[in-house]
Nanobody, 116 residues
Framework: QVQLVESGGGLVQAGGSLRLSCAAS????????MGWYRQAPGKQRELVAR???????DYADSVKGRFTISRDNAKNTVYLQMNSLKPEDTAVYYC??????????WGQGTQVTVSS
């Protein structure tokens, strides 16, 4: 049974930082591309950042220079360090596994709220 469990969300003031974690089980974590996505109210879910099994990363333009994705294969965990947070970063953040162009597993999401 595959499980992706996010944690680390919360309420923070603009300019603050949060670190999200996603613990995976039921998959061979080290060989998978993992991604963080977010969905704000009334908006479509969008890619925030992605990291391949080899450690290559890519980011949405809106978060480049502020967010950093990383992974610890020994802990089956992917992280999203979010700095210089803005009110527009407010959303539910989801962790997902990517196979090719398909996201086949999702976590339950963690709420991030940035106050101005």
């Amino acid at each position: 049974q595959v499980q992706l469990v996010e944690s680390g969300g919360g309420l923070v003031q603009a300019g603050g930082s949060l670190r999200l974690s996603c613990a995976a089980s039921g998959i061979i974590f080290s060989i998978n591309t993992m991604g963080w996505y977010r969905q704000a109210p009334g908006k479509q879910r969008e890619l925030v950042a992605r990291i391949t099994s080899g450690g290559s990363t890519d980011y949405a333009d809106s978060v480049k220079g502020r967010f950093t994705i990383s992974r610890d294969n020994a802990k089956n965990t992917v992280y999203l360090q979010m700095n210089s947070l803005k009110p527009e970063d407010t959303a539910v953040y989801y962790c997902s596994r990517t196979i090719g162009v398909v996201n086949d597993y999702w976590g339950q999401g963690t709420q991030v709220t940035v106050s101005s």
